[in-house]
């Protein structure tokens, strides 16, 4: 069914679909819209599940976790601030190994106070062991919430997907929602091989020894590893049920690029532009979407980036005294590809700012006409 | 150093993604980290200190709230003998004292003591007694409210009682006194019955002093002399003893002995206490027209100011500031009372200001008759007059007299003047006699069984420490300031019902007809059961360590001080100020 709605909505959508039992959030902009829907759903009967309403974003992801523990399907939604006190029970929803699947609307942090895009909020959780993808438009997020249940429920970890706010959170489009049978069909009930055994009361998270610690942290890594093997599966089975896929990375018009864009979320769609406009100027342009941070899809970037002289990555976000945090993990990425490209790192859209075909055509401008190496991110500027 | 091993993570669980304890972390003694521990603490709430006779007030009102009528009764039996009666007379200054009067209104404390013997009229209450091996035989003479509590007191420590009353029913006062309308005989009689229940012998219409002499009862071990005060106080001035002028105690025992007495049409009573309210309110039973004179104002009317409040409703006319000086009949069979016109000079801060004549002014008043009731005295003609000074039987604190194994208590002794006042008196006779009997000093002992720090004594704490002769210290009385009001709500103080006025000026029908069962249940919910465990389950549920525990039998809070870590959360978490935090020495 097609409809015309927000990316805030998508998602609800999406939850809808996936049957899922307990939601547990606390209302925070620009998230709120997702909260509201799947409120009032909860309400008129629409979802089945229970709805908790909790005190704080802390309290939401514990909900999600115990609950989780119980073998149901869980789902939280949160932005910025929230997500930031959300972090203790980030590590510990991955710890547990919880297949928790959250809607991050990316805003940008305190202070200065605001409630415009920026990836910081998700990014600053790097290292919090959750799987965790950026969404260009409002489909690609309904359709990641799907898959990333598929996905969580598979491998154990939970799932963060992010979507820009306003640009992706309040425009609205027209999207295909999926039919509830498809869905269906497509997601099998969960099954949690350590879900709460009532029968066998036992308590989780117990003192462990260095050993068993470092045990389960490399069995976490070896999960996560095995994450991009199954995105690409997952995708691939997602393609052919609903007809839509989107793969770990997208690459678009690489071959014979001298010039290659990386975007993540709501850019691409502007890049996309861009591209097409300068390839029709002559300009032997490419762009590189990656969809996937983490698990960092290596692999499959060392491979689209093979034999390409230089790379413009584009990031809505700043690790202050590190630069642009997508080119951090790209320059890693390719540390050991022959022929290293030089690899430039811009900071545009920062705090919100507008980030136009004009602004790319710019950043593809200045790296072609830059013939050595620079290290610092380059701050785009215009007003 | 934790002990991995204990925690038992599964072989299993290897296979799992994470680690499962089906251990348990009971094996680390966190208790022993900790500096202070919560004691539970049963404190004295104020109301229970307010209270003469001492009625567990707390407890009682707990038991009600939750349904338990019969065990609200015999918790309150355990301390007075008069719950049905305490309900409907009692001045209740339990209510004054009660802590919620300084967060919105009082408990309806009196009302809902009402209710629970209301509630349970039926049913036979099991009555806390104790054995006695050493038995005594013990005179009581006198069987009003004082009288019947100390031989209650006395049969359930498994003395032999035997009670001479002059009249021939029992209750003084009580009978003789306060009107139907206010108490019902079948109340008194009923609470009489379940006094004499414990096997007192009476002796009715025998007058110490007329037919036997109050030397004949020395073959009793102790004699308590409780005869009340029955005798009107002349006004001691010039006409009081024409036919036209009446005494009030008199007016009231002859309504109160059935007989039916014709009263004229306008009438004066003269006095502001209780004995006033009755006779001008069973006046106008009587189908008359009524104005009291009282020589002070309605503030400082004796008389509980409920009282003075109906007996307006009811059409009592109100006069004061005056007192009598003359009383003359006139020719037309009518008298007329001239009185002195009075104003109010200020005393020290405590006392009631006093009455003093506005001179040359005064006023006239004429009715059909007139009835004094400005206090009541004691007949001692047959008291030793060593036994006697100032009016009244003179006792010290442990209401023993000059006499010997003679006791003193009630209205006849130098004491307040209230029904419950005489209960108390009572029962300090009947913890004094078995202490004295027993060769102890009573007042010793009174110091450790005080209700709070006022003189009111607990005769359940007597009987636990009375086989060991051994009582620990009196508890401490809650004050405001130690209630968590956080866990409370304002509500509205309920009031009992009422039979209408028309209706309850035709007769002496009884006019409060007590609260609703859906009242008693709110009024019984707003207590703040002060130093009362009622079971909220708060220290429960906050407790961070999940040690706390009931016991659903016996309801009985424990805690797991091993694994106690002195938080004090439970303790802040009482609304009632039951837990307190101990150092550990």
């Known amino acids: ?383 | 150093m934790v002990r991995f091993e204990s925690m038992k993570i599964c072989a299993e669980s290897f296979e799992l993604v994470i680690p499962i304890s089906y251990g348990s972390t009971e094996v680390i003694d966190t208790g022993t980290w900790g500096f202070q521990k919560p004691e539970t603490i049963f404190m004295t709430a104020p109301c229970e200190e307010a209270c003469p006779a001492g009625n567990p007030i707390a407890r009682f009102i707990y038991l009600a709230g939750d349904g338990q009528y019969g065990a609200a009764l015999e918790t309150i039996l355990k301390e007075n003998p008069f719950p049905g009666v305490c309900g409907r007379v009692c001045s209740h200054p339990c209510e004054s004292g009660c802590n919620r009067n300084q967060y919105d209104d009082a408990v309806s404390i009196n009302a809902l003591e009402r209710y629970v013997f209301d509630a349970t009229v039926d049913r036979s209450p099991e009555l806390h007694s104790v054995p006695n091996s050493d038995p005594k035989k013990i005179a009581i003479v006198g069987a009003g409210p004082a009288g019947l509590s100390c031989a209650y007191f006395l049969a359930l420590m498994g003395h032999k009682v035997t009670l001479f009353e002059a009249r021939q029913e029992l209750g003084g006062v009580l009978r003789w006194g306060i009107p139907e309308y206010r108490l019902p005989k079948s109340v008194l009689k009923k609470e009489i019955g379940r006094i004499l229940g414990l096997g007192i012998e009476i002796k009715t219409g025998v007058a110490v002093g007329k037919q036997i002499s109050i030397e004949a009862l020395n073959r009793f071990d102790a004699i308590f002399l409780s005869p009340g005060a029955g005798r009107s106080i002349p006004l001691g001035i010039e006409g009081e003893n024409l036919a036209k002028a009446w005494r009030g105690t008199d007016f009231l025992q002859r309504i109160n002995s059935g007989e039916k007495v014709r009263v004229e049409k306008e009438i004066i009573v003269i006095g502001g206490g209780n004995t006033a309210m009755d006779v001008a309110r069973s006046a106008c039973r009587l189908g008359s027209s009524v104005t009291v004179a009282y020589r002070r104002t309605k503030k400082e009317m004796p008389a509980i100011a409920d009282e003075v409040e109906e007996a307006e409703q009811e059409g009592v006319r109100f006069e004061f500031l005056v007192q009598p000086v003359e009383i003359k009949l006139l020719k037309n069979r009518k008298i007329r009372v001239k009185f002195q016109r009075m104003r109010l000079r200020k005393t020290s801060r405590d006392k009631r200001p006093r009455p003093i004549p506005v001179k040359g002014s005064f006023v006239m008043l004429e009715a059909d008759r007139l009835i004094t009731a400005v206090g009541e005295g004691v007949d001692l003609s047959w008291i030793p007059q060593a036994l006697s000074a100032k009016g009244f039987i003179k006792s010290g604190p442990s209401l023993v007299t000059e006499g010997s194994r003679i006791f003193a208590g009630g209205d006849a002794v130098d004491q307040q003047r209230s029904v419950v006042t005489a209960i108390s008196s009572g029962k300090r006779a009947a913890i004094s006699i078995d202490l004295s009997l027993r060769g102890q000093d009573p007042e010793e002992v009174f110091s450790k069984i005080r209700i709070g720090s006022k003189e009111t004594l607990s005769m359940e704490t007597y009987l636990n420490g009375r086989e060991r002769g051994n009582w620990g210290e009196p508890k401490g009385v809650v004050v405001y300031d130690q209630i968590n009001t956080l866990f409370f709500k304002p509500s509205e103080r309920m009031w009992g019902e009422r039979i209408d006025q028309s209706k309850a000026l035709k007769g002496f029908l009884e006019v409060h007809t007590g609260l609703s069962s859906e009242g008693a249940r709110l009024s019984a919910s707003r207590c703040f059961s002060c130093g009362t465990c009622n079971y909220c389950y708060n220290c429960y549920f906050f407790c961070p360590e999940g040690i706390v525990s009931f016991d659903p039998v016996d309801r009985m809070r424990r805690v797991d001080l091993d694994h106690c870590k002195g938080c004090g959360t439970c303790s802040r978490a009482c609304p009632r100020h039951v837990i307190e935090m101990r150092l550990i020495s």
Not at chain 1, 16 to 28: D, M, N, S, V
Request: net charge negative; aromatic share 8%; charged share 20%.
């Open chain 1, 1 to 383: 069914m097609r409809e015309f709605m927000t990316g805030n909505h998508a998602v609800a959508h999406a939850v809808r679909l996936c049957r899922t039992p307990l939601i547990a959030a606390y209302p925070i902009t620009p998230q709120t819209p997702i909260y509201e829907k799947l409120s009032e759903w909860e309400a008129s009967g629409v979802i089945k599940g229970i709805m908790m309403r909790t005190e704080s974003e802390h309290s939401a992801m514990a909900s999600c976790i115990a609950a989780s523990l119980t073998g149901v399907r869980t789902f939280t939604a949160t932005s910025s601030q929230g997500l930031a006190l959300m972090h203790e029970m980030l590590h510990f929803a991955a710890g547990c190994r919880t297949p928790v699947v959250m809607a991050n609307v990316n805003r940008l942090l305190a202070a200065p106070w605001g409630f415009w895009a920026d990836q910081l909020d998700s990014l600053s959780q790097r290292d919090t062991g959750w799987i965790q993808l950026y969404c260009e438009n409002g489909q690609e997020a309904l359709d990641s919430v799907i898959q990333a249940y598929k996905i969580a429920e598979q491998v154990f970890l939970p799932v963060m997907i992010s979507l820009e706010a306003f640009f992706v959170s309040h425009f609205m489009e027209p999207m295909e929602i999926p039919d509830q049978e498809g869905v269906d069909r497509f997601l099998p009930p969960m099954n949690l091989p350590h879900q709460f055994d009532m029968e066998k009361p036992g308590f989780l998270v117990p003192v462990v020894s260095s050993e068993l610690y470092r045990k389960y942290k490399h069995m976490a890594q070896t999960s996560m590893d095995s994450v991009k093997e199954v995105a690409v599966r997952v995708d691939h089975e997602f393609k052919a049920t609903f007809g839509r896929g989107y793969g770990i990375i997208e690459p678009v018009m690489m071959e014979d690029a001298e010039v290659v864009i990386v975007t993540a979320g709501s850019i691409t769609s502007t890049a996309r532009v861009a591209v097409k406009a300068l390839r029709e100027q002559g300009h032997r342009v490419g762009l590189l979407k990656i969809r996937y941070f983490r698990p960092f899809p290596r692999e499959a970037i060392q491979q689209a980036l093979r034999g390409k002289k230089k790379i413009a990555v584009i990031d809505r976000n700043n690790s202050v005294g590190g630069g642009g945090i997508f080119c951090q993990e790209l320059r890693a990425a390719l540390v050991h590809s022959p022929d290293h490209p030089l690899t430039y790192s811009y900071i545009a859209g920062i705090g919100g700012t507008d980030v136009t075909p004009e602004v790319i055509q710019g950043i593809v401008f200045d790296a072609i006409n830059r013939t050595g190496p620079v290290d610092e991110s380059i701050w785009i500027m215009e007003e």
